[in-house]
């Protein structure tokens, strides 16, 4: 099996605010970040924030392209630096890691210029929240067959398993459906969704019937 490796978001003293680093290694971030420390930058790398995954090749390509699609934000072209707000990068990170079943997200910038509490401080969180698995319909005890409507349009699609819809004949998982059919004007910037929180099944947004099936264990 493919060994898990990180997607980073790094920030730089010595850069404006809002440009970022966003690359990936197969290596823990902390030696990637000293890697990065040369005569090119005044200052050492800061680690913003990781996420952990198997996939991690695919993300970097991903948050690549969709901080792209936004607009112009690449400060040179083939390199990993935008101009985009750490917590912007994270945002897009964070929706992106819904949509896999191992990622481990950690925010190792806290804001308002804290950092994380070391280690070893016993009132300090721990660092790394593990993301919710990926939603299936079984979690909320709805049978295949049954019909579920996506929200922002109405459309009714046909539960086809555990983790599908089927409409006009095509099989989708619930969070590529949304991105391919979510109106122009409700899109959000990142372009990666929440498929649960978009659909309902008997007038209940699916993620709120999660929701309540998990306080209930």
């Known amino acids: ?14 850069f404006k605010e ?5 690359g990936k290694s197969a290596r823990p971030v902390n030696i990637r970040s000293k890697e990065l420390d040369n005569t090119a930058v005044p200052l050492p790398f800061e680690i913003y924030a990781t996420l952990k995954t198997v996939k991690y090749e695919q993300v970097e390509k991903l948050i690549h392209k969709t901080i792209d699609r936004l607009t112009d934000l690449r400060i040179r072209q083939n390199r990993e630096f935008f101009n985009v707000p750490p917590a912007k990068a994270l945002d897009i990170l964070k929706d992106i890691s819904t949509t896999l079943d191992d990622a481990e997200i950690d925010e190792v910038y806290l804001g308002e210029g804290r950092k994380r509490k070391d280690k070893d401080d016993k009132n300090s969180e721990p660092s790394s929240k593990k993301a919710r698995p990926p939603f299936r319909f079984s ?16 459309l009714q699609v046909r539960v086809a398993d ?13 969070s590529p459906f949304v991105g391919s059919f979510m109106p122009e004007d409700k899109r959000n910037a990142s372009g990666a969704y929440q498929g649960a929180k978009y659909f309902t099944y008997n007038g209940k947004i699916l993620d709120h019937l999660r929701t309540e099936k998990e306080e209930l264990k």
């Open 1 to 14: 099996m493919k060994e898990a490796g990180f997607v980073y978001i790094l920030t730089n003293p010595s």
């Open 162 to 174: 555990d983790d599908k819809v089927e409409y006009e004949g095509r099989l989708y998982k619930l």
């Open 18 to 22: 809002d440009w970022v680093k966003i």
């Open 139 to 154: 979690m909320v005890d709805i049978p295949i067959g049954s019909t579920i409507v996506f929200v922002p349009t109405g």
